[in-house]
C-alpha cells in the first residue's frame, strides 16, 4: 500500500484520476476501522487533509460555503452555522473522533445513521463533487444510494458543502439518541428546518429529515405537508410525529430494535419542534 | 485495636502511585522494549463450535516478519488452563472449537501487523457442528455434551430448615423468573502480557493481571517446567475487575511458550475485540425465585433455582456458582431456605470473576422479590427489609452467627433518614415518570467456600527510617497499595511519604492467592499488619534500650519513638534503626495472615464461611422520558457496612465505580451474539458506561468493628455493584409500575414496555 498526501486540489484530482484502485483518507475514523476489520487495503490511500482549500468554513453571497475537510470539531463550535448542524456535529463520537473526523467523510461513508447527514437534508445543501472532468453540484437528498453507497464517482472527490442563504435563515433543530449518553451512535436521528412567515408566523417552509430509520437518510414530506402554512399546537405535531413514524422503515440491528426507532421517533420530532417553536434562537 | 487512636487510618491519603500514573510514567506490560521483541497474536474461531481437521499454517510461514506459528503439539506441558477443577481448557484449542473467539494457534512475528497479516492467512479446516447457544439447549434430554461429563459445570445445594412446612403455612407466596445478561469488564487496558527469557535459564513475564500466582503456576504447566524457574511480575494493570484472572493465565503461558521457542522475547496484547469475545465475562443467569411469608412481612421461606449460563469452559464457574448460592436468599434472617445453583457449559465465551461474583445476578432477583412482597403486603418496601434484616446474633442462609459488625439495620435506617428529607420532583410535568427504589444486599468478605485464605506480607525497614512493604495481592487501581501503605504506617509511626509497596514480584513475596472476594484490606491488612508489628518490636526493644527504660514506656509516632509521658522525649526513628541494625535486631519480617477456615456441610452448605459480610442498601430515584424511554438517575445513596474505612477518598472511589458497574449492568450493557457469535464486540456497539452516563453516586459509610479485620477493616470493591443494579430495577418498576424481569433494562426495553401498556 502506498501513501500519498496531496498538497493541492488539483493534484488531488489528478492522483484521484490515474490511480485505479485508490482510496481517499480524511480523518480515517470511519476508513482505518473498516481497513482493520476486513483486512484488506487499498493500492493507494490518498490523504487530503493537508488540503488548505478544503478546509474551512467561509461566508459566501449564496451563503455558506463549509470545506469537505472541515473538523467537526470545527463544525460543532462555528456559531454561524445553523442550529440542527452544530448540534448534530456536537453529537459525533468522542472529542477525539471530532477532532479528526471531517464532515465530508462523515458524508461520503454515507452510514443511514451519520450526523450531520439529517442536518445537510433539512438545510437543502447543495454538494460539491469534482474531479479533473469538471465539477457538478449534487443536492445532498440525492448523494446516498444506500448504506455506504452514494453518487460519488471513482475519480470525484467532495470539496465543498453549500448552504443557501434561505436556509441560514429560519430555525432548526436536531436530536439524536442511543443506548447511553455519551460516545453514542445514533439509534435514531432527526432534524428539523423551518420558516415562519414574518406577519403571519405561519411555518412557510418546512424540510424534515431522519436518520437510521431506512437505508439512507430519508426525507418526510408527509409531515412537512402537513406542517406547512399552519402554526401547530401540540395535537398538530403529535399527528405529525404519527406521519413522520409511517414514513420510516426501520430494521433490528445490533444497536436497536425497529419497534424501538418507531417508538422513540415521536419523541424526538416533538422535542425538536417544541424546542424550534419555543426558543428558536435557544441552541 | 479496638478503640486505638489512629493516626494514619481513617484518613484520605492520597493514592501512592497517583503521581506516576497520572503523570504517565507508570509502565505497563504494552510499555516493555526490547530490541529483538516479537508479538504474537492469536487466530481465533469464527464459530461457535466445530471439530478442528486441520491447520494449514504453511502461507502464514511465508509472510515477512513471520518467525513461528504456534500449534496445540507446541505445548509441551499440559495445554491447560483452569485455576480450579475440572482444568477443562486448553491454552490452544487441539481437536474441537467450543466457542467463537477461541484461538487455536499464535501467530508470532515481528511486529503486531506482521503477526496479524499471519493470522490472516492461516487457513483452519473446522468442521461446525450445531452450537448449543441457550440454557436450555443445554439442558435439554438429548443435548450434544460440550464437555465429556457433560453440560452441567457444578451444581450445589443450601438447605436450612424445612422449606416445605414454610410454605404451606404461609399466608402469601410469590414466585417469578429474572433473567441476566453476560457482562464484559470493559477496563481501559486489555490483557496485556510480555514474556522474557532474560538469559537466566527462567522465564520472566510482565503482566497486567490479577493473581500472578495463578500465571505462574500455568506457565510452568504448560512449559513443563518447575514452577521455581517462572517469576511473574505484575506490571500495572489498568483494571482488573475480576477479568485477569482466567485470560492472564492463558496468554500468559502462550507468550511463555513462544518465548521459548524463540529464545526471545513475545509480547501479547489484546485488541478490544479479542479482549471481549476471548476472555471471560459475567455470567448470563436465570433464577426462579419463591417466597413465602406471614401477613405481617415475616419471610418464613425462600426456595430459589439459579441457573448460570457459564460459556465453554468452568473457568470460576463452581466459585461463582457457590457465591450465587449463599447469597441469593439476600441478607436477611430467614428460617427455611432451599436453593440450587447449577452452571452450566455453553458454546459461548467463557465466564468467570467479575466484580460481585453471581451475587449482583441474585440479589436483583432477591430485591425485586422483596419490593414485590412489599406491595403485595401493602408495606414500606424498607419497613419490609428492616423487619428481616439480619442483626448481630442471628443465623445467616448458610446458619453462620456473627455477633458483632452486622450494620445492615443501621443501612437501612439510614436511608430512611436521608430519604425523608429527599422529595422527588412533582409528577405534574406528564412527559416523565419518577420514582425511588431500594436495595439492600451483602456479600461475604474472603474466599469462604473457595478454599484457603492465607496472604503473606513482608515488612522491611530501613536504617533511614523508611520502609518497604511487600505483599502478594495485586493493585489493579482499587487502591491497595496505599491502603496497605496506610496500615503499616499506622502500626510503625512511620509517615507514609517514606513507605514504599513493591508491586507483586512472585520471586519476592510470599504466595497470596489471588487478589478477589474483596478480601484485600482485610486478610491482605492482616498480614501486613503482623509483620509491620513484629519489627515494631524490634524498634521498641532498641528506642527501650536507648531511653534505658520498659517497651511499653514508648510509642513510635511521626518518624520518632517517644515516651508515652513524655512527647518531647523523642529519638528520631532513623536513629533507632541504624542502632537496632547494628545492634543486629532484625528489621525485617515475613508474616501471614490466615482467615478462620470454612466449615460447611457440603450437601446443605450450612456453616461458617465467611470471615466477615459487608452489608449495604442502596436508594435510588430515577426520572423516565415517556416518549424515549431515558432514565436520568436523579439521586443515588450507597449506604454501606464495610467496617473501618482505611481511606475514605478511596472508598468513595471504590463504591462510584462499582455502583457504575451495578448501573451498567441494570441498563446499558448487554453480549449480543448471533448464532453464537459476539455481534457487538467493541465499546461503541457494547455500550459500557461513559463519562456522561455516570450517576450521582453518594457514598456513607456506616462503620462497625469487625473482629477479623485490622482496626475493624471489612471490604468494599465488590458489594455496591449489586445494590446499585438492584435498586436501580427497583426504582424503574416504581416508575413506570412495570416489573422487569431482565436485565439490561434499557431506553428501548423500557418505552417499549410503556408503550405496550397503554
Ligand atoms: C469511536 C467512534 C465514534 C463515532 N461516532 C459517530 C457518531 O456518533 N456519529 C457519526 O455520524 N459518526 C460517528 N463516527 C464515524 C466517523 O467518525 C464519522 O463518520 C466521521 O465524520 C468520518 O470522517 P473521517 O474524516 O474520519 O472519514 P474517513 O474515515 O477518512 O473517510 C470515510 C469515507 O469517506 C471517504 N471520504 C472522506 N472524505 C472524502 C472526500 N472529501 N471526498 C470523497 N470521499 C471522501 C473515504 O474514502 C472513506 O470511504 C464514529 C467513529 C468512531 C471511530
Not at chain 1, 475537510?69 to 473522533?97: D, E, M
Not at chain 1, 441560514?168 to 436536531?174: D, E, R, T, V, Y
Amino acid at each position: 500500500m502506498q501513501y500519498f498526501l496531496s498538497a493541492t486540489l488539483n493534484e488531488l484530482l489528478l492522483v484521484l484520476d490515474s490511480e485505479s484502485n485508490s482510496e481517499i483518507i480524511a480523518g480515517g475514523t470511519d476508513l482505518v476501522i473498516i481497513m482493520e476489520e476486513s483486512g484488506k487495503r487499498p493500492e493507494k490511500l490518498i490523504d487530503i487533509t493537508n488540503i488548505k482549500e478544503l478546509i474551512g468554513i467561509k461566508e459566501e453571497k449564496f451563503g455558506i460555503s463549509i470545506g469537505a475537510v472541515t473538523t467537526i470539531a470545527k463544525l460543532a463550535a462555528n456559531n454561524s452555522l445553523p442550529c440542527c448542524l452544530r448540534s448534530g456535529a456536537a453529537s459525533i463520537g468522542s472529542p477525539q473522533i471530532r477532532n479528526v473526523g471531517t464532515i465530508g467523510g462523515n458524508i461520503c461513508n454515507a452510514s443511514p445513521s451519520g450526523d450531520t447527514l439529517t442536518p445537510l437534508i433539512c438545510l437543502n445543501a447543495d454538494l460539491l463533487l469534482q474531479s479533473t472532468k469538471g465539477e457538478r453540484l449534487i443536492s445532498t437528498e440525492q448523494f446516498f444510494l444506500g448504506p455506504k453507497k452514494t453518487v460519488l464517482k471513482k475519480n470525484e472527490v467532495l470539496s465543498e458543502i453549500r448552504i443557501g442563504n434561505r436556509y441560514l435563515s429560519g430555525s432548526s433543530g436536531f436530536r439524536m439518541i442511543g443506548q447511553r449518553n455519551g460516545q453514542v451512535i445514533s439509534q435514531v436521528n432527526l432534524a428539523v428546518w423551518l420558516k415562519r412567515s414574518a406577519e403571519s408566523g405561519l411555518i412557510e417552509e418546512i424540510r424534515i429529515a431522519a436518520g437510521s430509520v431506512a437505508p439512507t437518510p430519508i426525507r418526510i414530506i408527509e409531515a412537512e405537508e402537513m406542517l406547512c402554512g399552519t402554526n401547530p399546537g401540540a395535537k398538530l405535531i403529535f399527528q405529525a410525529a404519527r406521519s413522520v413514524q409511517a414514513c420510516i422503515t426501520p430494521i433490528n440491528d445490533v444497536r436497536s430494535t425497529a419497534e424501538y426507532r418507531q417508538d422513540v421517533i415521536i419523541g424526538l420530532f416533538s422535542d425538536i419542534m417544541s424546542q424550534i417553536l419555543k426558543e428558536p434562537q435557544s441552541c | 485495636m479496638r478503640n486505638q487512636e489512629l493516626v494514619q487510618v481513617g484518613k484520605s491519603a492520597l493514592k501512592v502511585d497517583g503521581r506516576e500514573l497520572v503523570t504517565g510514567k507508570a509502565k505497563f506490560s504494552g510499555d516493555f522494549n526490547f530490541p529483538d521483541l516479537l508479538h504474537g497474536y492469536a487466530c481465533r474461531s469464527k464459530i461457535a463450535a466445530g471439530y478442528i481437521k486441520d491447520i494449514d499454517i504453511s502461507q502464514a510461514l511465508k509472510v515477512p516478519g513471520i518467525v513461528d506459528v504456534v500449534l496445540p503439539k507446541d505445548i509441551l506441558g499440559g495445554n491447560i488452563v483452569g485455576i480450579l477443577p475440572p482444568y477443562d481448557q486448553p491454552v490452544l484449542a487441539d481437536k474441537e472449537i467450543r466457542y467463537a473467539g477461541e484461538s487455536f494457534c499464535l501467530v508470532v512475528g515481528t511486529s503486531v501487523r506482521a503477526a496479524k497479516a499471519g493470522a490472516r492467512v492461516v487457513i483452519a479446516t473446522i468442521e461446525p457442528i450445531p452450537p448449543i447457544l441457550t440454557i436450555d439447549e443445554a439442558l435439554a434430554k438429548d443435548a450434544r455434551k460440550i464437555h465429556a461429563a457433560g453440560n452441567i459445570t457444578v451444581s450445589k445445594k443450601l438447605i436450612k430448615g424445612d422449606c416445605a412446612k414454610a410454605f404451606a403455612e404461609s399466608d402469601v407466596i410469590l414466585e417469578d423468573t429474572f433473567e441476566t445478561s453476560n457482562q464484559e469488564h470493559a477496563y481501559l487496558e486489555t490483557e496485556v502480557v510480555c514474556a522474557v527469557p532474560y538469559g537466566d535459564g527462567r522465564i520472566t513475564v510482565h503482566a497486567s493481571c490479577q493473581s500472578p500466582f495463578h500465571i505462574r503456576g500455568h506457565i510452568a504447566a504448560n512449559l513443563n517446567v518447575p514452577v521455581a524457574n517462572v517469576k511473574v511480575v505484575q506490571a500495572y494493570t489498568g483494571g482488573s475487575f475480576g477479568g485477569k484472572d482466567d485470560t492472564a493465565t492463558e496468554i500468559g503461558s502462550l507468550a511463555a511458550v513462544a518465548a521459548v521457542r524463540q529464545g526471545k522475547p513475545v509480547m501479547i496484547s489484546n485488541e478490544r475485540e479479542e479482549s471481549i469475545v476471548g476472555s471471560t465475562l459475567r455470567h448470563a443467569s436465570r433464577i426462579h425465585y419463591r417466597i413465602a411469608a406471614k401477613k405481617d412481612g415475616t419471610i418464613t421461606g425462600k426456595e430459589i433455582k439459579i441457573l448460570l449460563d457459564g460459556g465453554a469452559y468452568a473457568a470460576e464457574s463452581p466459585f461463582v456458582a457457590m457465591k450465587a448460592l449463599i447469597h441469593s436468599a439476600g441478607p436477611y434472617k430467614i428460617d427455611n431456605i432451599k436453593v440450587e445453583s447449577t452452571a452450566l457449559y455453553t458454546n459461548k465465551t467463557y465466564c468467570g470473576a467479575f466484580r460481585g461474583f453471581g451475587v449482583p445476578q441474585v440479589t436483583f432477583a432477591s430485591e425485586s422479590m422483596m419490593d414485590e412482597l412489599a406491595k403485595k403486603l401493602k408495606m414500606d418496601p424498607l419497613e419490609l427489609r428492616r423487619k428481616n434484616a439480619l442483626k448481630p446474633g442471628d443465623l445467616n442462609a448458610t446458619s453462620q452467627v456473627f455477633q458483632e459488625s452486622v450494620g445492615l439495620i443501621e443501612t437501612i435506617d439510614k436511608v430512611i433518614d436521608l430519604n425523608r428529607s429527599y422529595t422527588l420532583p412533582s409528577k405534574k410535568q406528564d412527559r416523565y415518570l419518577y420514582g425511588t427504589g431500594f436495595a439492600s444486599m451483602y456479600q461475604g468478605i474472603s474466599n469462604g467456600a473457595e478454599g484457603i485464605d492465607v496472604v503473606g506480607a513482608s515488612v522491611q525497614v530501613m536504617q533511614d527510617g523508611s520502609a518497604l512493604v511487600g505483599i502478594g495481592l495485586t493493585e489493579l487501581g482499587q487502591g491497595s497499595r496505599t491502603v496497605f501503605a496506610q496500615i503499616a504506617a499506622e502500626v510503625l509511626g512511620i509517615s507514609l511519604d517514606k513507605i514504599s509497596v513493591k508491586q507483586v514480584d512472585t520471586d519476592t513475596v510470599h504466595d497470596s492467592g489471588p487478589t478477589v472476594a474483596s478480601r484485600s484490606t482485610t486478610v491482605g491488612g492482616m498480614a501486613v499488619y503482623k509483620a509491620a508489628g513484629e519489627v515494631k518490636r524490634s524498634l521498641l526493644k532498641m528506642a527501650a534500650l536507648m531511653f534505658k527504660t520498659e517497651e511499653n514506656n514508648i510509642i513510635l509516632k511521626d518518624n520518632f519513638a517517644q515516651l508515652v509521658f513524655d512527647e518531647n522525649a523523642k529519638i528520631p526513628l532513623n536513629d533507632v534503626c541504624v542502632a537496632a541494625y547494628w545492634t543486629g535486631f532484625p528489621l525485617m519480617n515475613l508474616s501471614f495472615s490466615k482467615a478462620p477456615e470454612a466449615k460447611y456441610d457440603q450437601d446443605t452448605t450450612q456453616g461458617n464461611i465467611y470471615i466477615a459480610y459487608n452489608y449495604g442498601t442502596h436508594m435510588m430515584s430515577v426520572r423516565i422520558d415517556k416518549l424515549t424511554g431515558e432514565v436520568k438517575v436523579l439521586k443515588h445513596l450507597a449506604v454501606h457496612d464495610a467496617g473501618k474505612v482505611v481511606n475514605p477518598k478511596a472508598f468513595e472511589g471504590q463504591v462510584e465505580g462499582a455502583s457504575l458497574t451495578g448501573f451498567g449492568l441494570a441498563h446499558l450493557e448487554k453480549i449480543q451474539y448471533r448464532e453464537g457469535v459476539i455481534i457487538n464486540p467493541n465499546l461503541a456497539d457494547y455500550a459500557v458506561p461513559t463519562i456522561k452516563d455516570r450517576i450521582p453516586s453518594e457514598t456513607i459509610s456506616i462503620e462497625t468493628y469487625n473482629p477479623t479485620g485490622p482496626y475493624g477493616v471489612k471490604g468494599i470493591g465488590e458489594p455496591p455493584v449489586s445494590g446499585a443494579a438492584a435498586s436501580f430495577a427497583n426504582a424503574v418498576a416504581k416508575a413506570t409500575g412495570i416489573r422487569f424481569k431482565k436485565l439490561p433494562i434499557t431506553r428501548q426495553v423500557i418505552l417499549e414496555a410503556i408503550n405496550r401498556k397503554k
